[in-house]
């Protein structure tokens, strides 16, 4: 029995490894989230810049230091603090997305708790896994480079999945999959990260060097815990931190 049981779990591993590389790939601004089959992928499906395109110097909006958001959902805050000491893209993204309100209102368009607690994503303003963020100013979508900070490294990496997809191995990174953590959706391609974003429901640490985690949920874990496809943000607000995002 136990080796019958254990034959399961490896085969479940690698079920979640193959979904993992089609959903949560790189292609463009929208976190398409794939809710009808593989339980275990995060995906998005416009095309931003290719790896290796994006000058990163000055880039902006950029979070030098940390914040702290606040979002209600469901009637209860969750607390999040973001690193944009770790990545400083990544958070100011999502801290300057936090602060324009437009996280104010959408779903979570994919919930993943089977056969074990995996993503609650959301934050497409289409609701379906396809949209992502469009300046109102540019009319144009913005797209967030792959960001990994390597444990005991000073600087990112940019652009390039370093994971499992690319390399078959999990690196050790300074921010890592664990429960709680928030990090960002993307499709096939490294630079595709626009707004969607989703909450680790467990240690999903085989997703660490491919996909970039930005802060962690300090409160309100059982909030999340809840959710179910279809939930709301009510609210999301940056509480403290502010002053660190740079435009």
């Given at each position: 029995?136990?080796k019958?049981?254990k034959?399961c779990?490896?085969s479940?591993?690698c079920v979640?490894?193959?979904?993992t590389?089609t959903?949560f790939g790189?292609?463009?601004?929208?976190?398409n989230?794939?809710p009808d089959n593989?339980?275990?992928?995060?995906?998005?499906?416009?095309?931003?810049?290719?790896?290796?395109s994006v000058?990163?110097d000055?880039?902006?909006?950029?979070?030098?230091?940390t914040?702290?958001?606040?979002m209600?959902?469901?009637?209860?805050?969750?607390?999040?603090e973001?690193?944009g000491?770790a990545?400083?893209i990544?958070?100011?993204?999502?801290?300057?997305l936090?602060g324009?309100?437009?996280?104010?209102?959408?779903?979570?368009?994919r919930?993943?708790?089977?056969?074990?607690?995996?993503?609650a994503?959301g934050?497409d303003?289409?609701g379906r896994?396809t949209g992502?963020?469009?300046d109102?100013e540019?009319?144009q979508?913005r797209?967030?480079p792959l960001?990994?900070?390597l444990?005991?490294?000073k600087?990112?990496?940019?652009?390039q999945?370093?994971?499992?997809?690319?390399?078959a191995?999990t690196?050790?990174v300074a921010?890592?999959?664990k429960?709680g953590?928030i990090?960002?959706a993307?499709?096939?391609?490294?630079?595709s990260?626009?707004?969607?974003?989703?909450f680790a429901?467990s240690?999903?640490?085989?997703?660490?060097g491919?996909?970039?985690v930005?802060?962690?949920?300090?409160?309100?874990m059982?909030?999340?815990d809840?959710?179910?496809?279809g939930?709301?943000i009510?609210?999301?607000k940056?509480?403290s931190g502010a002053?660190?995002l740079?435009?």
């Open positions: 029995m136990m019958i049981r034959y779990w490896l479940l591993v979640f490894l193959i979904t590389t959903l790189c292609s463009s601004p929208e976190a989230s794939t593989s339980n275990s992928s995060i995906t998005q499906t416009s095309q931003p810049a290719s790896s290796g000058n990163m000055n880039y902006k909006p950029r979070l030098d230091g914040a702290v958001v606040e209600i959902i469901k009637g209860k805050p969750v607390t999040i973001i690193d000491n990545a400083p990544t958070a100011g993204n999502f801290v300057d936090v324009r309100g437009f996280y104010n209102g959408l779903t979570f368009h919930v993943v708790k089977e056969p074990q607690p995996f993503v994503q934050g303003p289409q896994g992502g963020f469009v109102p540019t009319k979508s797209y967030v960001e990994i900070l444990k005991d490294e600087e990112p990496i940019y652009g999945a370093i994971g499992q997809q690319a390399t191995r690196p050790i921010l890592p999959h429960r953590a990090a960002m993307r499709s096939q391609q490294p630079n990260a626009s707004s969607q974003f989703y429901l240690d999903i640490n085989f997703l660490d491919d996909y970039a930005f802060g962690y949920v300090t409160e309100g059982e909030v999340i809840t959710l179910k496809q939930d709301k009510d609210s999301a940056v509480v002053e660190n740079k435009k």
